[in-house]
């Protein structure tokens, strides 16, 4: 029996190498709906895994709370969004009283409807993520990692020291190679020391992911800016306890906020946890969108395939004539047009992802995403064109397994 399936698999290849042209153009379907399933998942698993890492760059075991809700947002904001009040200092110190759940609470503020500017000589950064935050900022943020010098300390803050750190990126548009530390440089036109600049986070999308932030001590800031009014509170759970936490505080801002029982929240609270899981649900219907594009170059490279083995069929009557009479079985025939068949899908798939890594590779080169061709979609991708040729195999080789011998040797 192992014998018998050899012989059919070499015949299948000796067929294919028989007739080159016609195979690559009968398995084009095949290569094109590969590939593209293929390309999904390599680009929606590093797609995934940088997202995930640039939300978690946040801090796992944190929620950030703003008046304004999170996630997608269609054009302006609604009417009820845009009067809701600002947060306030004092929300960050209820929280980190009255919430046991909370490790540490950390405040910053910003001015967003202004466009900062920072320069060093005749260097400068705009587009600018400026913010005034307390020393332990640090400490919340996960991704406030320092790579040169230090954070600024509570008496910076309680002195309204002129002390910045600055983002991997802005520091290198501004100084280039040379140490960032000890510069003097202007923040909106008002001059501070660099005491510091952050590492860069992970994640990122290849593009517009520049680590652009200018942090200076929060009393600061509104010595700068004494009418800023965007408070934000990112909140640091203890271990275990996130859940918790965001309970805690989602009762601590309802009374604050004068919110009645029968209302909805007037802000937000968001977690890491929520936000990947929101960005999963996404990354599912785009995934089955292109399973089903893919399915049909799929289909189309199946009905091709069926088609070719059709006119191969018919153009090797005499062929399967003569086997049958010199003892070949209806299965021995069956099997020898099915092992064709898969063998010319099979080889599709094969290049199929051939060209997918080569795709993926020009992507990992051209940008700073993840990209990789993960192991279940090279499976799932060769059993996908090995099933493709099995199924539309089946009838041209039930069909020439039911030619009459006598008949079929007469056939001219």
């Given at each position: 029996?192992a ?88 929300d ?37 993520d ?104 990112r ?39 929520e936000?990947?899981?929101q ?31 059709l ?44 060209l ?53 040797l007469?056939?001219?």
């Amino acid at each position: 029996m192992a014998q018998d399936y050899k012989e059919n698999v070499k015949l299948a290849y000796d067929t294919l190498r028989a007739h080159k042209l016609r195979s690559t153009l009968t398995v084009l379907g095949v290569v094109i709906g590969v590939s593209v399933l293929m390309l999904v998942g390599a680009l929606l698993a590093g797609f995934n895994q940088t997202v995930v890492d640039s939300i978690s760059s946040f801090g796992a075991d944190t929620a950030y709370v703003a008046r304004f809700d999170q996630g997608p947002n269609n054009g302006r904001r609604p009417r009820e969004e845009r009067m809701r009040k600002p947060f306030t200092l004092e929300d960050g110190e209820a929280i980190r009283q009255m919430c046991p759940a909370a490790d540490a609470v950390t405040v910053w503020i910003s001015q967003w409807e202004e466009n900062h500017l920072v320069r060093y000589k005749d260097s400068r950064v705009t587009g600018i993520d400026f913010r005034g935050a307390f020393p332990n900022y640090s400490y919340v943020y996960a991704n406030a990692v320092m790579k040169e010098g230090r954070f600024f300390t509570e008496a910076e803050n309680e002195h309204r020291e002129d002390v910045v750190v600055l983002g991997e990126d802005s520091a290198k548009a501004l100084f280039d190679t040379l140490p960032a530390s000890g510069k003097e440089i202007l923040v909106d036109g008002s001059t501070f020391i660099v005491i510091g600049v952050f590492e860069k986070p992970q994640g990122g999308f290849g593009m517009n992911d520049e680590d652009r932030r200018v942090v200076i001590p929060y009393n600061t800031f509104r010595k700068m800016y004494p009418a800023a009014y965007e408070n934000n509170i990112r909140i640091k759970a203890k271990q275990g306890q996130l859940d918790a936490l965001v309970d805690e505080a989602r009762e601590v801002l309802r009374r604050r906020r004068n919110v009645p029982n029968d209302k909805p929240d007037n802000f937000s609270i968001t977690t890491s946890q929520e936000q990947v899981e929101q960005f999963h649900q996404i990354v599912g219907m785009v995934a089955l969108a292109m399973i089903v594009l893919s399915s049909v170059g799929l289909m189309i490279g199946g009905v091709g395939v069926m088609n070719i083995m059709l006119v191969s069929v018919t153009e090797r009557t005499r062929e399967i004539g003569i086997r049958k009479a010199i003892g070949a079985r209806r299965r021995d025939i069956t099997w020898q047009f099915l092992f064709e068949a898969m063998a010319l899908t099979s080889a599709g798939g094969l290049a199929g992802i051939v060209l997918t890594w080569g795709i993926v590779f020009l992507i990992r080169a051209a940008t700073s995403m993840k990209a990789a061709v993960p192991m279940w979609a090279v499976v799932t991708g060769i059993a996908v064109s090995i099933s493709i040729g099995l199924i539309f195999g089946v009838w041209p080789a039930f069909k020439a397994s039911r030619l009459d011998p006598v008949e079929a040797l007469r056939y001219e």
